[in-house]
């Protein structure tokens, strides 16, 4: 009799020790992948357009064939701009590892208030925004003309170039993504960096 009730107590035990195993394999499958996960972009084209002249269009592209993989976005134009003229600077930003490619500007502009783009380029480039961008301060001017209800965006931007000319100088275009973190004082280094493209800019 001894025996039988060891036998049944340690089968409980067993029984309730697969029962816990059970139920904590489930509770890993069903849990939900991460959110929040960077956006997959290949391609990414700047059009500066002239403000006073539609047909003057200046683009620059940066390309990542293999979208998550070794690879990294490459810099393939230089920005070359014109002395003392306005442009509107606006994107076409792709996953074209989608057939058909998926627009994720069109996503950042959805999911407007996690995202901001910063900037930074040579010092007085630009007569307007003067300085040298935000990347570093991220109160320093910038002529954001989107944001998300209260904050800027940074989709389309204005820029007048300053009337001395400029070579071989910088113009870097940062994306963060800021979920959950975006505010009126959040900077680039908060959240993740969806691409950051440091160009080389002419002024002539």
């Given at each position: 009799m001894k025996t039988v009730d060891y036998f049944k107590k340690y089968s409980i035990y067993a029984l309730l020790l697969v029962g816990v195993l059970f139920i904590g394999c489930t509770k890993d499958d069903d849990d939900p992948a991460p959110e929040n996960e960077l956006e997959v972009i290949t391609d990414v084209k700047?059009?500066?357009?002239?403000?006073?002249?539609?047909?003057?269009?200046?683009?620059?592209?940066?390309?990542?064939?293999?979208?998550?993989?070794?690879?990294?976005?490459a810099i393939l134009d230089t920005i070359n701009l014109g002395v003392g003229k306005t442009y509107t600077l606006t994107y076409e930003i792709f996953n074209n590892l989608e057939t058909p490619g998926e627009n994720i500007g069109d996503e950042i502009?959805?999911?407007?208030?996690?995202?901001?783009?910063?900037?930074s380029f040579s010092n007085n480039a630009f007569a307007n925004p003067t300085g040298n961008g935000n990347?570093?301060?991220a109160s320093d001017p910038i002529?954001?003309?989107?944001?998300?209800?209260?904050?800027?965006?940074?989709?389309?931007?204005t820029w007048t170039t300053s009337t001395t000319q400029l070579t071989n100088g910088t113009f870097t275009v940062r994306l963060q993504h800021?979920?959950?973190?975006?505010?009126?004082?959040?900077?680039?280094?908060?959240g993740d960096t969806d691409f950051n493209l440091p160009f080389v800019l002419n002024i002539r």
């Open positions: 700047l059009i500066f357009t002239n403000t006073n002249d539609a047909n003057d269009v200046v683009t620059a592209r940066a390309q990542d064939p293999d979208g998550p993989g070794v690879q990294e976005l502009k959805d999911e407007d208030d996690e995202h901001q783009f910063f900037f990347i570093d301060t002529n954001y003309n989107d944001n998300d209800g209260t904050n800027p965006v940074g989709l389309s931007t800021q979920p959950g973190v975006k505010t009126a004082t959040s900077g680039a280094t908060d």
